[in-house]
C-alpha cells in the first residue's frame, strides 16, 4: 500500500483548519494508479508503463467548490493546494510531517500479460478462426486514500484488466476482473462473434422480442438504470429525491450497487470520498428505493445517502456513479427466454448507450445480433440500435434469467470521466422494443 | 536545472545501456471554472510529468509517470519491438505568441466571466438560462531531447469554453464550445446572441420528414464533418481511401481545399515541433478538389512529404500522427451573409447537437443539427431538432461554395472551416 506511511491525523489536522462551519466539507485525496499494456504484435514501443500519483484537497461551502490538484505527493504540493483552496494562508498552520507515497514496487511478473494475446489467438484457432487482429492488453492498478478532518478511511485498493482489438471491420473490446483461460475464452468468443457478423445486414427495424445475454444486459442496467439514478442526472430534470418509490421497471427487476459485493481485485470498503459503501437497492421489485449519491448531493437532503462517489483521477471532482451493479437472478434459463421470443433477437454484447436526462429517451447500440428462430439462435445479423424511453423499456423486461456472470459494463464516460463499471448479471427478455 | 537539463540527464543515464532513447517533460498550470447543478466550481490544476522511449533495433520499452523525471530509472526490461527515432531537423524560426506570457484568469474573473454570459443570455432571449457551464484557462511548457540530437522547447496558452443552455422547461437544451488563446478574449455579448440562435432555432421547429435543398453549414457544423472525414487522409494509404471515394483527379468539388498545418499563425496548437520534435509545416492534402497527398509523419513518408504531425497532448499520450489545424480554405472574397442571401430554397444550419456518426466504410454519415430553413435568402422558420444526412462522396463532390469566415472548434486537434453551400445533402427528422 503506497499510502500505509502517510500520516493521516497530521493530514487531517491540516484540513481542519478549513472548516469554518459544520456544514463546511474538506477532504484530501490522495492517489497512485498503474497501467501497463501489451501492444499490438510488432507495434513499437514494446511494453508500455504509465505511473501516476499525486494529490488533491477539496473545500466545499455551500454551493461553491474549491479544488486543488497536483501531480506530486509531498508536504510542498499539500501545503500549497491547502493555501489554494482556503484562498488564504489559515490561521494556524500546525507543522507538517513530510508527505509521500512511497516508492512504487519492484517491477512485477508482467508474463500473464504478455502471453494473454497469444492465449487468445490460440483459442481462435481452436474455432478454426483467422483474422487481422490488433490486440491491445491492459492492467490496471488503482490505489488510494481519502482523509478528512472526521474520517480517515481504509486505503482502497484495485486491479483489473482490459483488452482492445482493432479489427478491419471496426473495433471491439472491453474489460476484465482476471486474466486467465477464461478471460482468453471471453475475448475469442467476443472477437468470434464480430467477425460472424462483420457482413452481415442490420436486422429490419421494428418491435420485436429481445433477449439480452449477461453482459449485455450489464451494458444496460449500467445505462437504463444507474445514469438514470444518479443523482446529478435527476437533478437536471428536477428534484432528486423525487425519484424514490417511483416504479421504473417491471416486478422482475431487483437491481443493487454493492461494491462491497465485487469480485476480490475490485472490492471496495469505501468510496472515492471516503465514505462506507453499502448494497443500495436502486430498484426493489422495478421500485425506486434509493439513488447514487455523493456527499455534497447528501448535505442538502437525508433521503441521498452519500458513498456512491468516484472519480476517474484527482484532477476533476468526485461524482455519483455506481460501480458494481447485481441484478439478482430471476428462475428462467437461457432455453426458456430464448424460447419465449421466437422472431426476436438475441444480443450477446452491447457497446454505447445514451441517456437524454431531460427528454428520458434512451439508445443502446449493439455490434451485432443474432436471429432466434423456432429451433434456436439462427444466422448472425449486424449493427442495431435500441430505443426508447428508459421506464418503457425497464417495464418490458418480463423475465430474468438465472445463471448470473460477473461482466464488464465497459468504460463509462458520463462527464468527461472514464470510469470502469462492472455488473453481475443474468440474461434478460425484453417483449417487444424497438429496434432501429 | 532547467527542463533541458533534466531530459539530458535522464538521456544520459539511459545512453549507458545503449540504442537510442527520447525523453519528453511537459508541465501545466491551469483555472477551471464550472457552473453547475451542483453550484459552482473553481479549480487550480498543476499537472507535470514525463515520458521516455528508449530501446534498439531488436526491443524497446515506453514509461510515464506524473511528477519530476527519475534519471535513474529504475527502467522496465525492453521487449521484442524496435523502436526508431527521428533525426534531429532545425525548425525554421519561430515565435512565441505573446499570450504565453500573460496570467491566468483569477478566481474572480472566471466566476465574472460566467456570470456575464448568463446576464447576456437572459437578456438576449426571455426565459433562456444557462444550464451548465466549464471555462479552462491554461498554460504548458513542453521539453523533448533524443539521443538524436533532438532538442526542443516550447509553450503553448490555451482556453475553451463549453455552454449549456435551455429555454423555460424546454426539454431541449443546445450547447456552444470556443476556444480562444486566453479566456479574456470571450465576449460574453458574442457568446449570449450565439446561444440564443441555436436556443431560437431547436425550441419551436418540427423539421421535415425529409427533405433536399441547397445547404448553408456554418463552420461548427462542417468542422464537425471534417472531424469524422480526419482518418481518410492520415496515413499512406490515404491515396487509396481517396482512389475509392472517386476520380483521383477530383475527389472533391473545385471549392475545396484542405490543408493541415502544425504552425498555422494564430493557431492554438501551432508549435515549431510536433511531439517527436519533427518540424510543423503546412501540407496541402486536397487541392481545389484534387488529392494532392496524405497527412503522414516522417516514419511513414515513402513518397509523400512528411510533416511534423505527430500529435502529444500529453505526456501520457504515445505520438500519434493527426491533424494539428486541419482546415478548409476559405475564400477571402466571399462573404458568409453573400452565401446566405443567394439561396432561394434551403437550410442554414447554425452547429451540431452532438457528434453524430460516420460511417467510412458504408461511406454514410448523420448529425444531430439545429438551424432554420431559408426561402429567398431569409431565415424562414426554425428547423427544430433535425439530422443532416448525407454520403461522404456526395459531401465532398457537393461543396459549392466556402465563404471568408474562417473558424476553429477543438475536435481531437483542431478542425476549421468557413461557412459552405453544399448541395446532394438532405434534413430529416431521424438519423434513419
Not at chain 1, 221 to 236: F, I, K, M, Q, S
Not at chain 1, 343 to 370: I, M, T, V, Y
Not at chain 2, 347 to 356: A, V, W
Given at each position: 500500500?503506497?499510502?500505509?506511511?502517510?500520516?493521516?491525523?497530521?493530514?487531517?489536522?491540516?484540513?481542519?483548519?478549513?472548516?469554518?462551519?459544520?456544514?463546511?466539507?474538506?477532504?484530501?485525496?490522495?492517489?497512485?494508479?498503474?497501467?501497463?499494456?501489451?501492444?499490438?504484435?510488432?507495434?513499437?514501443?514494446?511494453?508500455?508503463?504509465?505511473?501516476?500519483?499525486?494529490?488533491?484537497?477539496?473545500?466545499?461551502?455551500?454551493?461553491?467548490?474549491?479544488?486543488?490538484?497536483?501531480?506530486?505527493?509531498?508536504?510542498?504540493?499539500?501545503?500549497?493546494?491547502?493555501?489554494?483552496?482556503?484562498?488564504?494562508?489559515?490561521?494556524?498552520?500546525?507543522?507538517?510531517?513530510?508527505?509521500?507515497?512511497?516508492?512504487?514496487?519492484?517491477?512485477?511478473?508482467?508474463?500473464?500479460?504478455?502471453?494473454?494475446?497469444?492465449?487468445?489467438?490460440?483459442?481462435?484457432?481452436?474455432?478454426?478462426?483467422?483474422f487481422?487482429?490488433?490486440?491491445?492488453?491492459?492492467?490496471?492498478?488503482?490505489?488510494?486514500?481519502?482523509?478528512?478532518?472526521?474520517?480517515?478511511?481504509?486505503?482502497?485498493?484495485?486491479?483489473?484488466?482490459?483488452?482492445?482489438?482493432?479489427?478491419?471491420?471496426?473495433?471491439?473490446?472491453?474489460l476484465?476482473?482476471?486474466?486467465g483461460?477464461?478471460?482468453?475464452?471471453?475475448?475469442?468468443?467476443?472477437?468470434?462473434?464480430?467477425?460472424?457478423?462483420?457482413?452481415?445486414?442490420?436486422?429490419?427495424?421494428?418491435?420485436?422480442?429481445?433477449?439480452?445475454?449477461?453482459?449485455?444486459?450489464?451494458?444496460?442496467?449500467?445505462?437504463?438504470?444507474?445514469?438514470a439514478?444518479?443523482?446529478?442526472?435527476?437533478?437536471?430534470?428536477?428534484?432528486?429525491?423525487?425519484?424514490?418509490?417511483?416504479?421504473?421497471?417491471?416486478?422482475?427487476?431487483?437491481?443493487?450497487?454493492?461494491?462491497?459485493?465485487?469480485?476480490?481485485?475490485?472490492?471496495?470498503?469505501?468510496?472515492?470520498?471516503?465514505c462506507?459503501?453499502?448494497?443500495?437497492?436502486?430498484?426493489?421489485?422495478?421500485?425506486?428505493?434509493?439513488?447514487?449519491?455523493?456527499?455534497?448531493?447528501?448535505?442538502?437532503?437525508?433521503?441521498?445517502?452519500?458513498?456512491?462517489?468516484?472519480?476517474?483521477?484527482?484532477?476533476?471532482?468526485?461524482?455519483?456513479?455506481?460501480?458494481?451493479?447485481?441484478?439478482?437472478?430471476?428462475?428462467?434459463?437461457?432455453?426458456?427466454?430464448?424460447?419465449?421470443?421466437?422472431?426476436?433477437?438475441?444480443?450477446?454484447?452491447?457497446?454505447?448507450?445514451?441517456?437524454?436526462?431531460?427528454?428520458?429517451?434512451?439508445?443502446l447500440?449493439?455490434?451485432?445480433?443474432?436471429?432466434?428462430?423456432?429451433?434456436?439462435?439462427?444466422?448472425?445479423?449486424?449493427?442495431?440500435?435500441?430505443?426508447?424511453?428508459?421506464?418503457?423499456l425497464?417495464?418490458?423486461?418480463?423475465?430474468?434469467?438465472?445463471?448470473?456472470?460477473?461482466?464488464?459494463?465497459?468504460?463509462?464516460?458520463?462527464?468527461?470521466?472514464?470510469?470502469?463499471?462492472?455488473?453481475?448479471?443474468?440474461?434478460?427478455?425484453?417483449?417487444?422494443?424497438?429496434?432501429? | 536545472?532547467?527542463?533541458?537539463?533534466?531530459?539530458?540527464?535522464?538521456?544520459?543515464?539511459?545512453a549507458?545501456?545503449?540504442?537510442?532513447?527520447?525523453?519528453y517533460?511537459?508541465?501545466?498550470?491551469?483555472?477551471?471554472?464550472?457552473?453547475?447543478?451542483?453550484?459552482?466550481?473553481?479549480?487550480?490544476?498543476?499537472?507535470?510529468?514525463?515520458?521516455?522511449?528508449?530501446?534498439?533495433?531488436?526491443?524497446?520499452?515506453?514509461?510515464?509517470?506524473?511528477?519530476?523525471?527519475?534519471?535513474?530509472?529504475?527502467?522496465?526490461?525492453?521487449?521484442?519491438?524496435?523502436?526508431?527515432?527521428?533525426?534531429?531537423?532545425?525548425?525554421?524560426?519561430?515565435?512565441?505568441?505573446?499570450?504565453?506570457?500573460?496570467?491566468?484568469?483569477?478566481?474572480?474573473?472566471?466566476?465574472?466571466?460566467?456570470?456575464?454570459?448568463?446576464?447576456?443570455?437572459?437578456r438576449?432571449?426571455?426565459?433562456?438560462?444557462?444550464?451548465?457551464?466549464?471555462?479552462e484557462?491554461g498554460?504548458?511548457?513542453?521539453?523533448?531531447?533524443?539521443?538524436?540530437?533532438?532538442?526542443?522547447r516550447w509553450r503553448?496558452?490555451?482556453a475553451?469554453?463549453?455552454?449549456?443552455?435551455?429555454r423555460?422547461?424546454?426539454?431541449?437544451?443546445?450547447?456552444?464550445?470556443?476556444?480562444?488563446?486566453?479566456?479574456?478574449?470571450f465576449?460574453?455579448?458574442?457568446?449570449?446572441?450565439?446561444?440564443a440562435?441555436?436556443?431560437?432555432?431547436?425550441?419551436?421547429?418540427?423539421?421535415?420528414?425529409?427533405?433536399?435543398?441547397?445547404?448553408?453549414?456554418?463552420?461548427?457544423?462542417?468542422?464537425?464533418?471534417?472531424?469524422?472525414?480526419?482518418?481518410?487522409?492520415?496515413?499512406?494509404?490515404?491515396a487509396?481511401?481517396?482512389?475509392?471515394?472517386?476520380?483521383?483527379?477530383?475527389?472533391?468539388?473545385?471549392?475545396?481545399?484542405?490543408?493541415?498545418?502544425?504552425?498555422?499563425?494564430?493557431?492554438?496548437?501551432?508549435?515549431?515541433?510536433?511531439?517527436?520534435?519533427?518540424?510543423?509545416?503546412?501540407?496541402?492534402?486536397?487541392?481545389?478538389?484534387?488529392?494532392?497527398?496524405?497527412?503522414?509523419?516522417?516514419?511513414?513518408?515513402?513518397?509523400?512529404?512528411?510533416?511534423?504531425?505527430?500529435?502529444?497532448?500529453?505526456?501520457?499520450?504515445?505520438?500519434?500522427?493527426?491533424?494539428?489545424?486541419?482546415y478548409?480554405?476559405?475564400?477571402?472574397?466571399?462573404?458568409?451573409?453573400?452565401?446566405?442571401?443567394?439561396?432561394?430554397?434551403?437550410?442554414?444550419l447554425?452547429?451540431?447537437?452532438?457528434?453524430?456518426?460516420?460511417?467510412?466504410?458504408?461511406?454514410?454519415?448523420?448529425?444531430?443539427?439545429?438551424?432554420?430553413?431559408?426561402?429567398?435568402?431569409?431565415?424562414?422558420?426554425?428547423?427544430?431538432?433535425?439530422?443532416?444526412?448525407?454520403?461522404?462522396?456526395?459531401?465532398?463532390?457537393?461543396?459549392?461554395?466556402?465563404?471568408?469566415?474562417?473558424?476553429?472548434s477543438?475536435?481531437?486537434?483542431?478542425?476549421?472551416?468557413p461557412?459552405?453551400?453544399?448541395?446532394?445533402?438532405?434534413?430529416?427528422?431521424?438519423?434513419?
Amino acid at each position: 500500500m503506497p499510502f500505509s506511511a502517510l500520516d493521516s491525523a497530521a493530514v487531517a489536522r491540516a484540513l481542519a483548519q478549513l472548516v469554518a462551519g459544520p456544514e463546511d466539507l474538506v477532504d484530501a485525496y490522495f492517489e497512485r494508479q498503474e497501467v501497463v499494456a501489451v501492444p499490438p504484435d510488432g507495434e513499437p514501443p514494446g511494453v508500455r508503463i504509465w505511473r501516476d500519483d499525486g494529490l488533491a484537497v477539496r473545500l466545499v461551502r455551500e454551493d461553491r467548490s474549491f479544488l486543488a490538484s497536483r501531480d506530486e505527493v509531498s508536504r510542498g504540493a499539500f501545503e500549497e493546494a491547502l493555501r489554494q483552496v482556503a484562498r488564504a494562508r489559515p490561521r494556524t498552520m500546525a507543522p507538517l510531517p513530510p508527505l509521500g507515497a512511497g516508492a512504487w514496487p519492484a517491477e512485477d511478473d508482467l508474463t500473464p500479460l504478455k502471453q494473454a494475446p497469444r492465449g487468445v489467438v490460440r483459442q481462435l484457432r481452436e474455432r478454426r478462426l483467422a483474422f487481422p487482429l490488433r490486440l491491445t492488453v491492459r492492467r490496471h492498478r488503482r490505489w488510494l486514500q481519502v482523509v478528512s478532518p472526521q474520517l480517515v478511511p481504509a486505503a482502497q485498493a484495485e486491479r483489473w484488466y482490459s483488452w482492445q482489438a482493432d479489427l478491419p471491420w471496426g473495433t471491439s473490446g472491453g474489460l476484465l476482473a482476471e486474466l486467465g483461460r477464461a478471460a482468453a475464452e471471453e475475448m475469442a468468443t467476443a472477437l468470434a462473434a464480430s467477425f460472424r457478423a462483420r457482413d452481415a445486414a442490420p436486422p429490419a427495424p421494428g418491435r420485436v422480442p429481445l433477449v439480452l445475454a449477461p453482459a449485455a444486459a450489464a451494458v444496460f442496467l449500467h445505462e437504463a438504470v444507474a445514469h438514470a439514478l444518479e443523482v446529478d442526472t435527476l437533478a437536471l430534470g428536477g428534484t432528486p429525491q423525487a425519484a424514490l418509490g417511483v416504479r421504473l421497471g417491471s416486478a422482475g427487476l431487483d437491481v443493487v450497487d454493492d461494491p462491497a459485493a465485487a469480485p476480490a481485485d475490485l472490492r471496495r470498503s469505501s468510496d472515492d470520498e471516503g465514505c462506507a459503501v453499502t448494497a443500495r437497492w436502486l430498484l426493489r421489485a422495478g421500485v425506486v428505493e434509493q439513488v447514487l449519491a455523493d456527499r455534497l448531493w447528501a448535505r442538502r437532503s437525508t433521503a441521498l445517502a452519500p458513498g456512491a462517489a468516484r472519480r476517474s483521477h484527482r484532477h476533476v471532482p468526485p461524482a455519483p456513479r455506481s460501480l458494481y451493479l447485481r441484478l439478482l437472478p430471476g428462475v428462467a434459463t437461457l432455453e426458456e427466454l430464448l424460447a419465449a421470443a421466437p422472431g426476436g433477437l438475441f444480443l450477446d454484447a452491447a457497446e454505447r448507450g445514451r441517456l437524454d436526462p431531460l427528454g428520458g429517451s434512451f439508445s443502446l447500440r449493439f455490434p451485432h445480433a443474432q436471429r432466434i428462430g423456432e429451433a434456436g439462435l439462427g444466422e448472425p445479423l449486424g449493427p442495431c440500435v435500441l430505443r426508447g424511453r428508459v421506464a418503457e423499456l425497464l417495464q418490458r423486461v418480463t423475465a430474468v434469467g438465472a445463471e448470473t456472470r460477473v461482466a464488464g459494463a465497459g468504460w463509462c464516460a458520463k462527464g468527461g470521466q472514464r470510469l470502469p463499471v462492472w455488473a453481475e448479471a443474468p440474461a434478460l427478455l425484453l417483449a417487444e422494443a424497438e429496434v432501429t | 536545472m532547467n527542463d533541458l537539463d533534466r531530459a539530458e540527464e535522464v538521456l544520459e543515464q539511459l545512453a549507458g545501456g545503449g540504442g537510442d532513447a527520447e525523453v519528453y517533460l511537459k508541465e501545466g498550470r491551469g483555472r477551471r471554472f464550472s457552473l453547475s447543478p451542483e453550484g459552482e466550481l473553481c479549480h487550480f490544476v498543476q499537472e507535470q510529468g514525463w515520458a521516455v522511449r528508449a530501446g534498439d533495433g531488436r526491443c524497446s520499452f515506453f514509461v510515464a509517470a506524473s511528477g519530476p523525471p527519475r534519471p535513474r530509472g529504475p527502467w522496465p526490461e525492453p521487449d521484442g519491438y524496435p523502436l526508431r527515432l527521428p533525426d534531429a531537423v532545425e525548425p525554421a524560426p519561430w515565435r512565441e505568441p505573446a499570450e504565453v506570457e500573460s496570467p491566468l484568469l483569477g478566481e474572480r474573473e472566471g466566476v465574472a466571466l460566467l456570470a456575464a454570459i448568463a446576464e447576456a443570455l437572459a437578456r438576449e432571449l426571455p426565459g433562456a438560462r444557462l444550464r451548465g457551464a466549464l471555462l479552462e484557462d491554461g498554460s504548458s511548457v513542453s521539453t523533448l531531447a533524443s539521443t538524436q540530437g533532438v532538442r526542443a522547447r516550447w509553450r503553448q496558452r490555451l482556453a475553451a469554453l463549453r455552454l449549456l443552455a435551455r429555454r423555460g422547461d424546454s426539454p431541449v437544451e443546445v450547447s456552444l464550445e470556443r476556444a480562444e488563446r486566453e479566456a479574456r478574449r470571450f465576449h460574453p455579448g458574442a457568446l449570449a446572441s450565439a446561444l440564443a440562435d441555436r436556443l431560437a432555432a431547436v425550441d419551436a421547429g418540427a423539421p421535415p420528414p425529409r427533405d433536399r435543398g441547397d445547404m448553408v453549414l456554418a463552420p461548427p457544423v462542417v468542422a464537425r464533418l471534417l472531424a469524422h472525414l480526419a482518418p481518410l487522409w492520415l496515413g499512406p494509404e490515404a491515396a487509396e481511401r481517396a482512389a475509392a471515394l472517386g476520380e483521383r483527379t477530383r475527389l472533391a468539388a473545385a471549392a475545396v481545399t484542405l490543408v493541415d498545418d502544425g504552425r498555422l499563425p494564430e493557431g492554438l496548437l501551432s508549435a515549431p515541433v510536433d511531439g517527436e520534435g519533427v518540424p510543423t509545416r503546412e501540407v496541402v492534402l486536397i487541392e481545389a478538389g484534387g488529392f494532392r497527398q496524405p497527412l503522414v509523419a516522417w516514419w511513414q513518408r515513402g513518397a509523400w512529404q512528411s510533416s511534423g504531425c505527430a500529435a502529444r497532448p500529453s505526456w501520457r499520450d504515445l505520438p500519434l500522427p493527426g491533424p494539428t489545424h486541419l482546415y478548409l480554405r476559405p475564400d477571402p472574397a466571399v462573404r458568409a451573409g453573400a452565401l446566405l442571401a443567394a439561396i432561394s430554397r434551403g437550410y442554414y444550419l447554425l452547429d451540431t447537437r452532438g457528434p453524430g456518426w460516420c460511417d467510412l466504410r458504408t461511406g454514410r454519415f448523420a448529425l444531430p443539427v439545429c438551424g432554420f430553413a431559408i426561402r429567398d435568402g431569409r431565415a424562414q422558420a426554425p428547423l427544430g431538432a433535425a439530422w443532416l444526412v448525407g454520403g461522404v462522396a456526395a459531401l465532398l463532390r457537393g461543396i459549392q461554395a466556402v465563404a471568408r469566415d474562417l473558424a476553429f472548434s477543438s475536435l481531437g486537434g483542431m478542425i476549421g472551416a468557413p461557412t459552405v453551400v453544399a448541395t446532394g445533402l438532405e434534413v430529416r427528422r431521424a438519423p434513419g
